[in-house]
């Protein structure tokens, strides 16, 4: 598929009507997003350079004889644009039709990924559970594939190649790629062999962006049947000290997983394995819950703060006293806000009088 990158510098359209501006380098798709007109994707990603694969983004453009790919095709000065017709919306109809035919399964739990929905949505919105084209199917799941964070069912993929784009492009890891051709196509990885085995990361994007569910978040859909609606709170991941904007997804009083926010001004919907599936430590049964103090008979037992503290404070002054002011040394989470941060090196100028001083970011 060819790839075209909008080059034009900024000028006007007119959009179903209205005269609208667009600034250098937009495609028709993004001006017309900005303008409030819901011109239906299944391969975009607005992360991703433009592909063009799927044709649902289509509009009409005054001289040119067939619809364009509105998200492959620059904005030009003076072209006027028609986002949707009614020759428009039976086109898209029936490639939604196609792509619904074609797949085995298009409903998918939203735990799936973030993006799992998309291909269910445009089935709605265009009534394409029609079953029209059913016939021959492509796709191979690899059932055999069992890395604990991705699940690989490709019988419901629809080869927009996000995935592929979105690990080369955003994760810069091109880790998976495409064999085969038409019914044949298949997303697989170097020897065509097992996640486990290839060059990936598990940061888990391509799982995120994928529009069927083709790609899907195992550790997630441990949670499909625990009863109660998905809901999403917007937080900062703990792990480092990037700091990238994640949604905590609940149900009831169970986390039962992460997406990444892709507005976050840090990551823009990018995550590391650690942030996109190591999060079970939070309802952990072994997590601690008080702190901890080793009694006499050597093994630990709950404590109140105080003590805690005054234990730790003991310890900190006997290894002054032993072993002199450069015994101790301070590791500040990456995560801690300014404030802890601050106290953590003052603590160690103006307790022990040295700059033995770190953060876990570095160390
Ligand atoms: S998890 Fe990340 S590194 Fe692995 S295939 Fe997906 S995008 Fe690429
Ligand atoms: S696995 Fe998902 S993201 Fe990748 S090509 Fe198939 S449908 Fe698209
Ligand atoms: S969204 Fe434009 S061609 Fe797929």
Redesign the pocket.
């Known amino acids: 598929m060819t790839q075209v990158k909008p080059t034009s510098g900024a000028g006007r359209i007119v959009l179903d009507g209205d005269s609208v501006e667009f600034g250098a380098g937009e495609s028709i798709l993004e001006v017309a997003t900005r303008h409030a007109r819901d011109v239906p994707t299944l391969?975009y990603d607005p992360r991703l350079d433009a592909f063009g694969g799927c044709r649902l983004c289509v509009v009409e453009v005054e001289g040119v004889r067939n619809p364009v790919a509105s998200c492959a095709r620059a904005a030009e000065d003076g072209m006027v644009v028609h986002s949707s017709t009614a020759t428009l919306e039976k086109y898209r109809k029936t490639l939604v039709e196609m792509v619904c035919s074609e797949n085995r399964q298009v409903d998918v739990d939203p735990l799936s990924g973030l993006a799992s929905q998309e291909l269910a949505a445009l089935a709605d919105r265009y009534d394409a559970r029609t079953g029209r084209f059913a016939g021959a199917q492509s796709g191979c799941s690899y059932e055999d594939d069992d890395n604990p964070f991705i699940l690989r069912d490709?019988d419901?993929?629809?080869?927009?190649?996000?995935?592929?784009r979105v690990c080369a492009e955003q994760e810069g890891d091109f880790a998976i790629s495409i064999k085969n051709r038409g019914f044949g196509t298949q997303?697989t990885v170097e020897f065509d062999g097992l996640l486990n085995a290839s060059a990936c990361t598990f940061c888990g994007q391509?799982v995120q962006?994928?529009?069927?569910g083709?790609?899907a978040d195992r550790k997630a859909l441990r949670y499909a049947d625990t009863p109660g609606e998905i809901e999403k709170t917007r937080t900062i991941c703990t792990y480092c000290g990037v700091g990238c904007s994640v949604d905590v997804l609940t149900k009831g009083d169970r986390m039962v997983g992460v997406q990444p926010a892709m507005d976050g001004p840090a990551n823009q919907g990018a995550l590391c394995v650690k942030g996109q599936f190591a999060y079970d430590f939070v309802q952990h049964e072994d997590r601690l819950k008080t702190p901890l103090l080793r009694g006499e008979d050597g093994e630990l037992h709950p404590a109140s703060w105080e003590d805690a503290l005054e234990r730790a404070a003991d310890g900190f002054l006997k290894a002054l006293e032993e072993h002199g002011r450069h015994s101790v040394y301070a590791v500040a989470s990456g995560r801690a806000p300014h404030e802890a941060a601050y106290t953590t090196q003052k603590f160690i100028r103006a307790g022990f009088w040295n700059n033995h001083v770190d953060n876990c970011s570095r160390a």
């Open positions: 391969c490709y419901q993929c629809i080869s927009c190649y996000r995935c592929v997303i391509c962006t994928c529009p069927t083709a790609l």
